[in-house]
């Protein structure tokens, strides 16, 4: 019989775990800790590893599966900067994720819909004009914000999720600024009422909303950096459910001290997989007067959402022997 090891919570999910347990012997360590993991995959015959990244707060990396008997991992996501994918090419695990799934992920918005509440949350100051009421005041005026119809949207990657928030975004009235190379004919594209932009900077410099919506790879990695936001002659907010590497961390945060900025708010952190205690960015939300919104890679993680994920990913191990 096939070893699983579960290393994200899947029992809260109705259903979810019961059919794990129709594909092998499970061993169910959801809180397991990188070298707790390390240790138990050396002194074990686990073949197969059953994980998400909004949980897992270490990479899977040659340290982790360098000793062990992982033939295959098995990703509930599109995103992959949790595993070191360089090193299993190299030793022959098979990883299998959500990324081109279609049918499942294109009925999964609930990324798209956090970014979109990230974004009314920044414009509009809700959490700071809450936490001003639980404090015993009832004065507006600190909490004016801005209005989304008057505003334009500018989405960085137009794939699956962007196209969502720039649906959302058209139904509030906005203006819609694209940027993705992958639409360079986008002229004859059926989205006629986008705008499509050819240069990043060209994007930057009209909008007064970012929404980023791209992987992590060699030319998006940084991509949101000093250099760059000095492009943004609106000081935009930016709003980031993609991956903490996109931005350059250290340059938004000086962005947001020196008003180049007008918020960030962020789903995720560069310091997520194994350095969660030492984050400037998380530091720097603690700050009054830091437009600054973040949460804990919750993007995906809604009951509809989630159930249907992880019983798509849990239904490929049926041909495991």
Sequence with gaps: MSKILCITPVKHLEGVYEKLLGYGEIIYEPDITKEELKILLNESSINYLFTNPNKQNFILDKEVLENSHIKVINTCSTGLNHIDLKYCEENDIEIWSLKEDYELINDLPSTAELAFGLMLSLVRKIPWGFDS??????????????QLKDLTMGIIGFGRLGKIMANYCEVFGMEIQIYDPKYGTAKYHKYQSYKFNFELNDLLSKVDI?????????????????????????????????????????????????????????DVISDEFGNFDNSKLVDASKLS??????????????WEGQTKAYIWAVNKFKDIK
């Design 289 to 302: 007067d830091m437009n600054l919104l973040i949460t804990p890679h919750v993007g995906g993680m809604t």
């Design 133 to 146: 009421v639980k404090s015993g005041h009832w004065n507006y005026e600190p909490f004016i914000g801005r």
């Design 210 to 266: 970012i929404s980023l919506h791209v992987h992590v790879k060699d030319d998006t990695r940084k991509m949101i950096n000093e250099k760059t936001i000095l492009k943004m002659k609106k000081k935009p907010y930016i709003i980031n459910t993609s991956r903490g590497e996109i931005v350059n961390e250290d340059d938004v945060i000086k962005a947001l001290i020196n008003e180049d900025i007008s918020g960030y708010g962020t």
